[in-house]
């Protein structure tokens, strides 16, 4: 009988993330539930982290903000201590250590990561869970949007693809959640990572 | 050496008290130590049947986390639960209101609780969940707040005490803390809510109701709030939806509290009895339809 440790299941949390040519682009909702309700509906769950990795989180509020203040923190540290940023690959392998540490410790944190980036060997994306796993993939979905939409991904997704069809894709995953997921969700917030930084994609 | 002494006399009622508290009753017999360390009270398994009497107490759980704190269907513990508060933030001001009752399973313990906690002057915090949990760490973060202000010649905001609070609670993770807090206040950002839990959780939004009659409240909230409402529209709505609240929730009742915390200051600006507004209310609605019919 595992110990509930919050109201807020982990699954339904809804992130996309897709590679493309020179970028990669997440989508996540924005949605806070507490047991049936909706406590709040414009939470962003994509973090930028060091100005260009985007750190997309799913789990229970309290982990997930914890979790990312402390990763965002402790990239700064490094930044400033060796005057340079860590890669993308360097710094998805610096959290998988994190929460594959905090794993066996009093308190895991209950977080299930999504993480991209670009540098200069191009755009990378991470799919992390919460036990400390870790893949690097060209299309990540996080929670119960992982049965409904993988297939759609792996139909639709190529290499090389232009920012308008990694659009179209993440829209295509999301059209496909509002009609066969139970729990309804209203916003999407679509941020995007690419040789000049992050930036928000206001009406995509 | 003295607190040995006191808990020498009162060994035998302690010992009750343990049993009763923790569900540790009878099956095993044991001696009662104070561990100097922390200061808490064990229990010492008779040397006889250590092992199974050590497993025994560890399945039993002389330990807080939630899981092995009691029985969540029998709980021998039982905290104060039912409440309805919110809170919203309109332009230049913000409103918390809250019902008064608290109840202990099927028994009314008290219809007159105060459950609006004010931190300072500009910040107001409300209590949900657990009443003594709520007091306690309400009171914690008092004291924090003031010591922001002294170190740091600075009135203290709202999202930097709630944030105090947040993590206070997230340290005390699987101690069995119950805690559903709204904080209110006016600072230099204006003004603003949040919403901190005893999981640690932490969220800023224009509105927030907890409690067990919050959904009935999330009704009348969500059907009416608007971010330009004049004061006492404002204070109407966050009256009304608490009074509908207590209405269908029997957890929550007695006498409605609401407060307005502008750049001025919290006061407190309603105060009353919700079968008083029931009866306001219902002779509303009656004349309401009567004029409807005549006309």
Known sequence: NEPERSNVPNMTDITFGVVGKDYVLMASDTTIARSIFKMKNNQNKIRTLDNHILMAWNGPVADSINFSDYIERNLELYRFRNHSSLSVHAGAYYIRNELATAIRSRSPYQVNILLGGVDKNGPALYFMDYLGSIMKVNTGIQGYAQHMTYSLMDKQWHEDMSLEEGIALIKDCIAEMKKRFLISFDDTTFQIVDKDGVRVLDNP | ?295
């Open chain 2, 1 to 295: 050496g003295c607190f040995k002494a006191v808990l020498n006399m009162v060994s035998i009622d302690t010992k009750f008290l343990f049993q009763d508290s923790c569900g540790l009753e009878g099956s095993i017999d044991h001696e009662l130590r104070l561990d100097e360390f922390t200061g808490v009270i064990v229990p010492i398994p008779s040397s006889a049947n250590r092992q199974k009497k050590t497993k025994d107490l560890l399945n039993q759980g002389v330990s807080f986390a939630p899981e092995t704190f009691q029985d969540p269907r029998e709980p021998k513990i039982k905290f104060a639960h039912g409440t309805t508060t919110l809170g919203f933030t309109l332009d230049k001001y913000v409103v918390v209101a809250c019902d008064s009752r608290a109840s202990m399973g099927s028994v009314i313990a008290s219809n007159t609780v105060k459950k609006i906690v004010h931190i300072n002057d500009f910040i107001v915090g409300t209590i949900a969940g657990g009443a003594a949990d709520c007091q306690y760490w309400e009171r914690v973060l008092t004291t924090e707040c003031r010591l922001h202000e002294l170190r740091n010649d600075e009135k203290i905001t709202v999202a930097a005490a709630s944030k105090l609070l947040a993590n206070i609670m997230y340290s005390y993770r699987g101690y069995g803390l119950s805690l559903g807090v709204i904080m209110a206040g006016y600072d230099i950002t204006g003004p603003s809510i949040f919403y901190v839990d005893s999981d640690g959780t932490r969220l800023k939004h224009h509105l927030f109701s907890v409690g067990s009659g919050s959904p009935h409240a999330y009704g009348i909230l969500d059907s009416e709030y608007r971010s330009d409402l004049k004061e006492e529209d404002a204070v109407e709505l966050a009256r009304k939806a608490i009074y509908h609240a207590t209405h269908r929730d029997a957890a929550s009742g007695g006498t409605i509290r609401v407060v307005v915390i502008d750049e001025h200051g919290a006061r407190s600006v309603w105060e009353g009895d919700m079968n008083e507004l029931h009866e306001k209310y219902q002779k509303a609605k009656a004349k309401y339809r009567s004029d409807q019919m005549s006309t």
